[in-house]
């Protein structure tokens, strides 16, 4: 049976790659993505149900909204879970371009007379002030040689969750502290356990920053034996390894921050613009 009688005639018609970007890692961190396309990855315009998609707050919340429209518009990239996330910031980006145009309309409220107005933002200028990020100089601890990577997007995305979820936890126990007068040692207890499981929340995600650890007996990558030993290293190693993946993940002041002129009254402002495809708009 030939196959092509299955094929739909409409099929020359589906999307194509609206652009082609590179990530601003460049794959350094993802070798499961063929060297092939690295150079050149073609972005898909978004459906409606890619639309609809990431308009789910449960969705965005949780990752799984983005990843499925990363999976849509980029089929070339396998695992987006894996991907670096400022490479996710880029993508999205690039796929708003691919859908809507090059320009992104964002909303600014006048610090001084309070109306509301549009400005747009061109997303090639925030697409060319990523950084380019190839190589992580390793920490040394002793003899070892900690190597890191950018956060992942799973992981970016579990901190988020823990955070919301401690937040939450926080609230309801300023609330029991004020109608319970006089149990002040057990609510005590409880944010104490509160602010623990933020601690060891954190250096579990850290390893998820953790691209290997080079010993003189070999490499180690099995993430059970990093986080056993990121839990019995002095704080100062800790410390290092977090400056460092904020130092990664810190992009420059100038990709997120415009100067804003209110049309009604001539107010300068400065605007943050953000570019976390969780929050961005």
């Known amino acids: 049976m030939n196959d092509k009688t299955n094929e739909n005639p409409l099929q020359k018609y589906f999307r194509k790659p609206a652009l082609y970007v590179q990530l601003p890692t460049k794959g350094k961190f993802n070798p499961e993505i063929p060297k092939t396309v690295l150079d050149e990855i073609g972005i898909l315009p978004m459906t409606a149900i890619d639309d609809l998609t990431m308009r789910n707050p449960d969705g965005l919340l949780n990752g ?38 090059k320009e992104i309309t964002h909303k ?51 901190v988020a969750l823990i955070e919301l979820e401690e937040r939450r936890l926080l609230g309801n126990l300023n609330i029991a502290a004020g109608a319970e007068e006089g149990n002040e040692l057990e609510i005590s207890k409880k944010l104490y356990g509160s602010f ?3 601690a060891e929340h954190n250096v579990e995600l850290l390893v998820a920053t953790v691209n290997k650890i080079e010993s003189p007996e070999g490499e180690v990558t099995d993430s059970d034996q990093i986080l ?50 969780v929050n961005f708009s």
């Open 64 to 101: 799984e909204a983005l990843i499925s429209v990363i999976e849509s518009c980029c089929p070339s990239i396998p695992n987006v879970r894996n991907l670096c996330n400022i490479d996710v910031e880029a993508l999205y980006l690039a796929i708003q371009y691919a859908t809507n145009g």
């Open 108 to 158: 600014h409220k006048c610090t001084k007379c309070e109306v509301t107005s549009d400005f747009n933002v061109d997303i090639d200028y925030l697409l060319n002030k990523f950084p380019e990020i190839e190589s992580v100089e390793p920490i040394e601890y002793e003899d070892l040689k900690i190597h890191m990577r950018p956060p992942s997007l799973e992981s970016v995305t579990r």
């Open 196 to 198: 623990k499981r933020v």
């Open 228 to 277: 056993e030993f990121l839990r019995n290293v002095p704080k100062s190693t800790i410390d290092k390894m977090n400056n460092v993946v904020k130092g990664i993940t810190k992009k420059p002041d100038d990709l997120a921050k415009f100067d804003f002129v209110c049309p009604e009254c001539g107010q300068k402002d400065t605007v943050n613009i953000e570019t976390n495809p």
